[in-house]
């Protein structure tokens, strides 16, 4: 079982910062690839953000320049450091990530966290 929980949503004000966090935890062997994603209401889920098992970054362009993902592989976590917010970034942020269990090694699945909602308001 693989569980990913994040933290760190929030209601901010327009060009405030906020840091969320996605810890994976479980029977892991190895995790690859985690991202951010988003969903706004009414709207489709899009990726926001991915960084790779080495560290290569890809950005969507609406947040080139201001959100920064990153990740800490001992500690299966991946954060998004979100600056200068817009209130047309107020979504539900989920997590997800490309991991190897020790059941299912070498084969990887792909595990979502629980959303966290995030709002940018005057």
């Known amino acids: 079982q693989v569980q990913l929980v994040e933290s760190g949503g929030g209601l901010v004000q327009p060009g405030e910062s906020l840091r969320l966090s996605c810890a994976a935890s479980?029977?892991?062997?190895?995790?690859?690839?985690m991202a951010w994603y988003r969903q706004a209401q009414g709207k489709q889920r899009e990726l926001v953000a991915v960084?790779?098992?080495?560290?290569?970054?890809t950005y969507v362009d609406s947040v080139k320049g201001r959100f920064t993902i990153s990740r800490d592989n001992a500690k299966n976590t991946v954060y998004l450091q979100m600056n200068s917010l817009k209130p047309e970034d107020t979504a539900v942020y989920y997590c997800?990530?490309?991991?190897?269990?020790?059941?299912?090694?070498?084969?990887?699945?792909?595990?979502w966290g629980q959303g966290t909602q995030v709002t940018v308001s005057s």
């Open positions: 997800n990530a490309e991991i190897s269990t020790v059941l299912a090694y070498p084969k990887r699945y792909n595990y």
């Open positions: 479980g029977n892991i062997v190895s995790t690859n690839a």
């Open positions: 960084i790779s098992s080495g560290g290569t970054t």
